[in-house]
């Protein structure tokens, strides 16, 4: 069993940043792939970021010269470091470690960019 738990929502400005965290415990060594995920209200889930363990990247073209996702392996923590947000990244955000066909999930946090 995987255990995630994500941190750093908020509040922000347009334009603003904030840094999410996921951080990792249980059987942490089975996680091939970690993402992140959002769900706007009224909308379906959406892929934001995903990195592999070998330290590969991909990201949605909405946040593409924005996002930046990143792992620390020592402390089993995924970061997506949020920049120059728009109110249409308002969403609750997710993260998600993937091992073949097993997925889990954490609760989600909830990031909301109004003026």
């Known amino acids: 069993q995987v255990q995630l738990v994500e941190s750093g929502g908020g509040l922000v400005q347009p334009g603003g940043s904030l840094r999410l965290s996921c951080a990792a415990s249980?059987?942490?060594?089975?996680?091939?792939?970690m993402g992140w995920y959002r769900q706007a209200p009224g909308k379906q889930r959406e892929l934001v970021a995903f990195?592999?363990?070998?330290?590969?990247?991909n990201y949605a073209d909405s946040v593409k010269g924005r996002f930046t996702i990143s792992r620390d392996n020592a402390k089993n923590t995924v970061y997506l470091q949020m920049n120059t947000l728009k109110p249409e990244d308002t969403a609750v955000y997710y993260c998600?470690?993937?091992?073949?066909?097993?997925?889990?999930w954490g609760q989600g946090t909830q990031v909301t960019v109004s003026s």
């Open positions: 249980g059987s942490i060594f089975s996680i091939n792939v």
């Open positions: 998600k470690g993937s091992h073949g066909v097993l997925d889990y």
């Open positions: 990195i592999t363990s070998e330290g590969s990247t």
